[in-house]
């Protein structure tokens, strides 16, 4: 099987819990781009708004670019998401 064929399950599954900011990022990207994962755009902004808390500048305008994409039930299980997360990280 050739890499490019390989899918990640769970990317964020190798994030420590302390991830930093470029990490959170690059897992949103993975979700928003479909790249070795399918496209999710509710991961994608769980970890553009984790990446944005972080302060990544980049990571807040996509985390808008998802939003309107997305319905607001969908934003709204993004945020929840998003914040259960942190909880477990702390």
Same mark, same amino acid.
């Given at each position: 099987?050739?890499?490019?064929?390989?899918?990640?399950?769970?990317?964020?599954?190798? #994030? $420590?819990?302390?991830?930093?900011?470029? +990490?959170?990022?690059?897992?949103?990207?993975?979700?928003? /781009?479909?790249?070795?994962? %399918?496209?999710?755009?509710?991961?994608?902004?769980?970890?553009?708004? #984790? $990446?944005?808390?972080?302060?990544?500048? +980049?990571?807040?305008?996509?985390?808008?670019?998802?939003? /309107?994409?997305?319905?607001? %039930?969908?934003?709204?299980?993004?945020?929840?998401?998003?914040?259960?997360?942190?909880?477990?990280?702390?």
């Amino acid at each position: 099987m050739a890499y490019a064929d390989i899918r990640i399950e769970a990317p964020e599954t190798f #994030l $420590a819990k302390d991830a930093s900011a470029n +990490d959170l990022y690059r897992v949103a990207l993975m979700y928003s /781009e479909g790249s070795d994962v %399918a496209i999710d755009l509710v991961a994608a902004h769980k970890f553009f708004n #984790l $990446a944005a808390t972080r302060g990544h500048r +980049d990571a807040k305008i996509c985390r808008q670019e998802m939003a /309107e994409m997305m319905t607001h %039930a969908e934003v709204l299980k993004a945020q929840r998401a998003a914040r259960d997360w942190m909880k477990k990280a702390n």
